[in-house]
């Protein structure tokens, strides 16, 4: 097998921090350097140092695709749920008018002001 990136690294995103896996393929057998690092400013400089250090400009991070896709989905979900509760309580609150036999009527002419 050929080998196309003598020098890799792979990187998995958490939520607090990364964990980054750097491959070095030297001879027959290849060379694994792990390393974790915090999702703070200075640490991301310290990986990016890292990676510069060891010579490695090829990087792959893992497909992130579906959490913004999940989020997304919570927020109509969330939405949808806000819309059935006021149409819920908007249908409770009709229906205490007609169980107490009161009606609402509105008009223009009562809405006016006179003066």
Same mark, same amino acid.
């Given at each position: ?39 703070? %400013? %200075? ?13 490695? !400009?090829?990087?792959?991070? $893992? ?9 997304? =989905? $919570? !927020?109509? =979900? !969330? ?9 819920? $309580? ?23 002001? %006179?003066?």
């Amino acid at each position: 097998m050929k080998v196309v990136y003598p020098i890799c690294c792979g990187v998995n995103v958490h939520k607090s921090f990364l964990v980054a896996t750097i491959i070095k393929t030297d001879g027959i057998m290849p060379k694994f350097l792990k390393k974790r690092f915090s999702m703070f %400013n %200075n640490s991301i400089l310290q990986f990016k140092q890292w990676l510069i250090d060891i010579d490695c !400009y090829d990087v792959c991070i $893992e497909s992130t695709g579906k959490y913004p896709i999940r989020i997304l =989905r $919570e !927020y109509i =979900r !969330y939405s949808s749920k806000l819309s059935s509760c006021k149409s819920s $309580e908007k249908n409770r609150f009709q229906n205490s008018f007609t169980v107490c036999n009161v009606a609402l009527i509105l008009s223009s002419a009562t809405c006016s002001v %006179n003066q």
